[in-house]
């Protein structure tokens, strides 16, 4: 059965895409970054399984800088496929951290695209790059081909990995792919992004726990998805005969206030009596409205975004209700 490598395997995509590998029989090597704590809660279910852990899956630590140590887990593990899904993620936190995001979204892209280029037998890559690319709101649904326009740290990085990853595959022949992903959400979701916020303050407040919930801009409009749909596209594209590049979204884009509305509808409760809004989230600048356009990932991949915004917003609160109960 085929090996896979996940960087950033202890996120909200990494555990999905995890527990998905092998369940399909595959064993998994996963990358942790090295720090004093050992809690990886989105694994805790793998962690625990005395059939799968240090049986099938396989934790290494590593920073995405650290070119020696990744080098020789590659060498030692030998993938078939490598899972690129680590980075500095949060886009409002970019614009704090700069040089660290370009380090490890661009920069260990770069890097880890370096070591395969000299390995005798380079895994099939998957790189999962941002609808954060793109910048300009007219060119809106996005497809493969818009010009990527990043207005953000984080968007600038991820364009640059992207195009990277692409240049790789054009010139040394690297099995190489971008996922480009659109926002998915989930219960696993970190708590700093606007949807998990807003799931667990609504869930919070209707158990009394909490008074308010206070955001940024509320006008921002985004294609949210489900994060498990997602991880099955990425499989999916590491199946296909030829290296190429897709975008991953539902096609249906929502404002944050949208969003909102249908969490405290969840616990019948209206968003407008518990919003307050803090200039310290609002970003210096953020593209309005990111769409996706996913017809080419239906028809190559046979994928679409089967759950749909309500019935996400649903599982999430109704996840965070259970987590926070007395
Ligand atoms: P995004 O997700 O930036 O689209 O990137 P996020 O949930 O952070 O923001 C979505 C929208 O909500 C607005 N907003 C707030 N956002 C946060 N985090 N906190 C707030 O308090 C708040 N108030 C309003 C934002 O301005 C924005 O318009 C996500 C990440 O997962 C990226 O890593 C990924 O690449 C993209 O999705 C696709």
Redesign the pocket.
Known sequence: MPTALITGITGQDGSYLAERLLAKGYTVHGLVRRNSSTVRTRLDPLFYDKDVYNERLFLHYADLDDVTTIRRILHKTMPDELYHLAGQ????ASFEIPESTCQFTAMGTLKLLEILRDLPTPPKFLHIS???IFGRPDESPQNETTPMRPVTP?GIA?AFATQMTTLYRDSFELFACNAI???HESPRRGE????R?ITKAAAAISLGLQDTIT????D?R?DWGFAPDYVDAMWRILQQPAPDDYILGTGIDHS?EDFLAIAFRVVDLDWRDYIQQDPR?L?PA?VNR?LGNPSKAKQQLGWTATTQLPEIVRIMVQHDLRELQP
Do not use: I, Q
């Open positions: 993620s949060h886009v409002g941002s609808s954060e984080y991820k992903c659109y926002n700093s992004f606007v949807t916020k955001l940024g801009s509320l921002g985004r944050v989230y970003r953020e990111l």
